[in-house]
């Protein structure tokens, strides 16, 4: 149980495309689902949080009108990279609780970009 | 500057090896993670401990939570190849909840 699927897998695309990165939740409803950015080799960095029916929290430094949070339903929250930049290129990792941070994590296998 | 430190940020030992990873803070937390992940994978939730002084055992790997709750160690014994990748510690400290700096394995055959 407790699987999060996230699509795609791997987007590769030219700069000033936006980006649409989906992350849902197979078995159980997610209450609160959380976008993170990786580079390679080093540790998850938050991005922000998603609470279902709510607008998300961003963390310090991360634009908003840059990186767009949908949480719609308690089985899917989606990440927008609007107007993406060779900068953007990362691995984007989204996880799913059923209740914040207190309640287990589960992982998404990632969504690596590449903005050429 | 990051809550959770990790040493060595890289680690290459030989297959058989015995080897410790480091997670330290001057904060306390209510429980701390290890996770495992792979080249192009999410990370994988290895062990949670919660209980200063806590030791858990999987299969080769064993990990301590400070007595203090401000630090871990993982302790792998006869590294595998299969034990190569990033290791990452995670503290919930109140509401927040923090990824460590990462240590990056690789055992070679």
């Known amino acids: 149980g407790a699987v999060v699927s996230q699509h795609p897998s791997r987007v590769i695309c030219k700069s000033g495309t936006s980006v649409k990165i989906e992350c849902r939740s197979l078995?159980?409803?997610?209450?609160?689902m959380f976008w993170y950015r990786q580079f390679p080799k080093q540790s998850l960095m938050l991005m922000a949080t998603?609470?279902?029916?709510?607008?998300?929290?961003?963390e310090q430094g991360v634009e908003k009108d840059k990186f767009l949070i949908n949480h719609a339903s308690l089985t899917l929250s989606t990440l927008t990279v609007t107007s993406a930049h060779p900068e953007d290129s990362s691995f984007y990792i989204c996880?799913?609780?059923?209740?914040?941070?207190?309640?287990?994590?589960?992982f998404g296998d990632g969504t690596r970009l590449s903005i050429l | 500057t990051q809550l959770l430190e990790q040493s060595p940020q890289f680690l290459s030992i030989q297959e058989g090896e015995n080897l410790t990873v480091y997670c330290n803070s001057s904060?306390?937390?209510?429980?701390l993670q290890w996770y495992r992940q792979e080249p192009g994978e999410g990370p994988v939730l290895l062990v949670t401990v919660v209980t200063g002084g806590e030791v858990k055992k999987l299969k080769r790997l064993t990990f301590q939570f400070g007595d203090a709750r401000k630090d871990s160690s993982l302790h792998i014994t006869a590294a595998q190849p299969g034990d190569t990748g990033l290791y990452l510690c995670?503290?919930?400290?109140?509401?927040?909840?923090?990824f460590g700096t990462g240590t990056s394995l690789t055992v070679i055959p």
């Open positions: 078995d159980f409803q997610a209450t609160t």
């Open positions: 904060s306390v937390f209510s429980s």
């Open positions: 998603s609470n279902e029916g709510s607008k998300a929290t961003y």
């Open positions: 996880s799913a609780t059923t209740g914040g941070f207190r309640q287990p994590q589960h």
């Open positions: 995670a503290g919930l400290t109140g509401n927040q909840f923090y």
